[in-house]
């Protein structure tokens, strides 16, 4: 089955610092990988995905995510933190090819301290 | 196009009384997911929809639960009788089928079962 870890409940930096959320994935087949974001209060908001291609992917508000094959990850990161960007952060995959549904896990909080 | 939209934002019951949670998905979307978020639990896929069918029901809880599509613009997710475990947020999501598309997510019901 599909599935995605993100190892970290919450990840703490200091504002213009680089940021770091990981995720591991599992899959048979190709990854199809998201990134969701969620501020409190609010729906999930799509960031960036990976479906084929740059392992370099650019996403939504200066985000960008490595896909590793190798090492079956797909991290995203920003070169420096804004206090905004403190919300909760999802990794997914799409199971099962087109009507599959995401996969989420269980999602990382970020904290950006000034 | 505004986006998923969900009625109610917020829905307070007693325990015992139905609950109909709504949801309009954005035009020309063809799939349909329904998502329960809790702190404990985090992100769970209930059931999702393609082409108005129900695909996958596995995440619904119980037969307390049930959801329908009636039309490509509609749907609903019936809880009843409800109870106090049932309070969490509710969330609707919309895409068009294929591996390559992201969802996007309504601002989500907070249900509270009293």
């Known amino acids: 089955a599909q599935s995605v870890a993100q190892p970290e409940d919450q990840v703490n930096v200091a504002e213009g610092n680089p940021l770091t959320v990981k995720c591991t994935y599992s899959v048979s087949g190709n990854p199809y990988l998201f990134w969701y974001v969620q501020y409190p209060n609010r729906g999930l908001q799509f960031l960036l995905k990976y479906i084929t291609g740059d392992n370099l992917v650019k996403g939504s508000y200066g985000f960008e995510a490595e896909f590793n094959k190798s090492q079956t990850s797909f991290h995203l990161k920003k070169p420096s933190a804004l206090v905004s960007d403190s919300a909760l952060y999802f990794c997914?995959?799409?199971?099962?090819?087109?009507?599959?549904?995401?996969?989420f896990g269980k999602g990382t909080k970020l904290s950006v301290k000034p | 196009d505004a986006g998923v939209i969900q009625s109610p934002r917020h829905e307070v019951t007693e325990m015992g009384q139905e609950v109909t949670l709504r949801c309009k998905p954005i035009s020309g979307h063809n799939s349909l997911f329904w998502y329960r978020q809790t702190m404990m639990r985090g992100l769970e896929l209930l059931i999702y929809?393609?082409?108005?069918?129900?695909?996958?029901d596995s995440g619904m809880p119980e037969d307390r639960f049930s959801a329908k599509m009636p039309n490509a613009s509609f749907s609903t997710l019936k809880i009843q009788p409800s109870e106090p475990r049932d309070s969490a947020v509710y969330f609707c999501?919309?895409?068009?089928?294929?591996?390559?598309?992201?969802?996007?997510f309504g601002q989500g019901t907070r249900l509270t079962v009293v």
């Open positions: 997914a995959v799409r199971d099962k090819g087109s009507q599959g549904n995401l996969i």
């Open positions: 999501a919309s895409t068009l089928s294929g591996i390559h598309t992201e969802a996007f």
């Open positions: 929809f393609n082409n108005n069918v129900p695909i996958d």
